[in-house]
């Protein structure tokens, strides 16, 4: 069963469900549990041999002095340890196996979740949230699925076993031994249900730490430009001092539930002393019967006491499946609907849209047809709608109200693969990855052969300085392409617009970064591009927008002008406001 499938059915406040989770989780590694198990048991096994075999020593060894039982009992005591030494290997190594193969199958599944969730998730949650989850957080289950069901099932046949070889012994002092059980497990479920609010409360600052560091990572220009180091220490040492304050408090719940397990114990041992040294004074018991009672007694008083770590780190893997939960539980793109061959017609039928976190309306009762093949730019100052229109071509958001038709058929209806196949997309904001020029650039078509990596690369006037790099196309970039320049940027992701090879092309400020002979180099390129394409332009430069079908001025989410560059100046208005304020300079430097 799938993830999504399992915390669909799941209660946040239901252990059952919880441990159903976990047997899920389990089932693909059955053989490799099976035979953890029986390690298990042999262990629980061994650990009531031990005890049984007690007697032996005490009553036939130290009293009736059987010299035969004093050879073989070194011999039995090597072999028993060195069974438990066997099983117990076997079985941690096993637990452990299961717990990092569960992990890597759940990171699998949260990753592919999170590449399929709307542009709308990731707008409102922080990434440093999204990668804590997806690293700390799930790295906390490999404990939980490997050493906590593996100490659950050795502790608890521990328990059964010895409980069984003190009953053997003296069926009336067992029981009173066990007046002290039902108080353990009380304290057990109190301390646990503090451990899963304190527990969840840690998860939450670990994501807090780690936004800090990825937001400081990647505005580490922006920290030092503006003299924020300081106020970025002071930042992350307050969250750090919050984590370690919790970080103490899970400590002393821990620590608390050993105390208690400690003096519980020590009061039923006290009380097993008292009555069994009687009954043996008394003759009612044997010695060896009373020193294998206490050996059996003692050794299981040791697991009653694991076992409240065991609830505590089941209630932490919990709150991880919380947090895990949050992700899974979101409901993805639609990606499944019509497969469409995209020819670029695009047409607005009275678009309103507004994001989930604002009050007003970013584009609001928009109107355009688009035909195919056309150029159209979109003006306005920052805040118009520009980007927001282009999204909404792209099914990053759908229509608050209104439809969006591509070569007729409504936007919804398409299935978003086969739409942003036929979407190539240069943007101001460059988002190049850690890995070789020539990946970055196939990135756009990843079947594409070598030559045609150098082909789009020569298009977009970049292989002359790919060449001169110290590996040319095997040249690692670096995250976000830091170790090259902002035009050599845009250039490679020019590249990979072009070798997409897209029916429509989204522009937005695509040769911002450039300087000016840069720009009239990729501007050939970009109009080769553009050719036969249905293409809008987020304007940045009078030469775009002079060679626009036409230009569409846009104020407050609505389209105010449209028309030719000629016809715009005519009218007046917001486009000559702003070809006097923005364009001028760039028409007298041509």
Request: charged share 20%.
């Amino acid at each position: 069963m799938s993830l999504d499938k399992i915390f669909s059915q799941r209660s946040k406040e239901s252990w059952q469900d919880d441990i159903t989770i976990f047997w899920h989780l389990s089932r693909p590694y059955m053989p490799r549990l099976a035979v953890a198990m029986l390690c298990s048991l042999v262990l629980s096994g061994i650990n009531g041999a031990i005890a049984w075999g007690t007697k032996v020593a005490v009553d036939d060894i130290l009293i009736t002095k059987n010299i035969e039982y004093l050879y073989l009992m070194p011999a039995g005591v090597v072999i028993l340890f060195v069974l438990k030494g066997v099983f117990s290997f076997c079985n941690n190594y096993l637990m452990s196996s299961i717990g990092a193969k569960i992990v890597r199958s759940i990171r699998l599944q949260v990753y592919g979740k999170v590449l399929s969730l709307p542009v709308s998730y990731h707008s409102q949650t922080s990434s440093g949230v999204v990668v804590s989850k997806m690293l700390n957080d799930i790295g906390v289950l490999q404990g939980t699925v490997g050493f906590t069901i593996k100490d659950f099932i050795v502790e608890i046949g521990t328990v059964i076993v010895l409980a069984g070889v003190a009953i053997s012994r003296k069926w009336d002092l067992a029981l009173i031994s066990f007046i002290v059980v039902p108080l353990m497990i009380y304290s057990i479920g109190r301390l646990g249900k503090r451990m899963k609010k304190t527990g969840m409360l840690t998860r939450e600052l670990v994501a807090r730490i780690t936004t800090i560091f990825n937001e400081t990572i990647q505005g580490v220009k922006i920290i030092k430009a503006f003299t924020m180091e300081r106020d970025m220490m002071a930042r992350n040492e307050s969250a750090q001092t919050d984590y370690y304050r919790n970080s103490m408090r899970e400590t002393r719940i821990n620590e608390g539930s050993a105390l208690i397990g400690e003096v519980l114990a020590g009061i039923g041992i006290a009380v097993i002393m008292f009555y069994g040294f009687n009954l043996v004074v008394s003759g009612q018991m044997t010695t060896g019967d009373f020193v294998s009672f206490l050996a059996a007694v003692g050794l299981m008083f040791t697991p009653l006491k694991r076992l409240s770590r065991v609830h505590n780190n089941f209630q932490s893997g919990r709150n991880v499946l919380d947090r895990i939960g949050e992700i899974m539980s979101t409901r993805p793109e639609k990606m499944e609907g019509e497969e469409l061959d995209v020819k670029g017609d695009i047409v607005f039928d009275k678009v309103s849209f507004r994001y989930p976190s604002a009050s007003g309306d970013a584009l609001h009762d928009v109107s355009l047809s688009i035909e195919h093949g056309n150029i159209v730019a979109l003006v306005g100052y920052s805040g118009a709608g520009k980007s927001t229109f282009v999204d909404l071509v792209a099914g990053f958001w759908y229509p608050t109200e209104g439809s969006i038709y591509i070569d007729g058929r409504d936007i919804r209806n398409l299935s978003l693969g086969s739409l942003r196949s036929h979407i190539g997309t240069v943007t101001q904001d460059i988002m190049l990855f850690d890995d070789t020029v020539k990946e970055n650039i196939r990135f756009g078509r990843p079947g594409a052969t070598d030559d045609e990596v150098m082909e789009a690369a020569k298009a977009a006037f970049a292989h002359d300085f790919i060449m001169e790099m110290p590996k040319g196309y095997e040249t690692m970039i670096g995250e976000r392409g830091v170790r090259i320049s902002g035009g050599q940027k845009q250039r490679i992701t020019i590249a990979r617009a072009i070798i997409r090879n897209p029916s429509i092309l989204i522009l937005d400020e695509a040769t911002s970064s450039l300087d000016t002979e840069s720009e009239h180099q990729v501007q050939k390129a970009l109009e080769l591009l553009m050719q036969g394409r249905t293409t809008i332009v987020i304007a940045h430069r009078l030469s775009t927008i002079q060679k626009a079908s036409r230009i569409v001025v846009m104020s407050s989410g609505s389209i105010i002008q449209e028309g030719t560059h000629a016809e715009l100046l005519a009218q007046g208005g917001l486009y000559q406001e702003l070809y006097n304020m923005q364009f001028m300079n760039s028409e007298l430097s041509d």
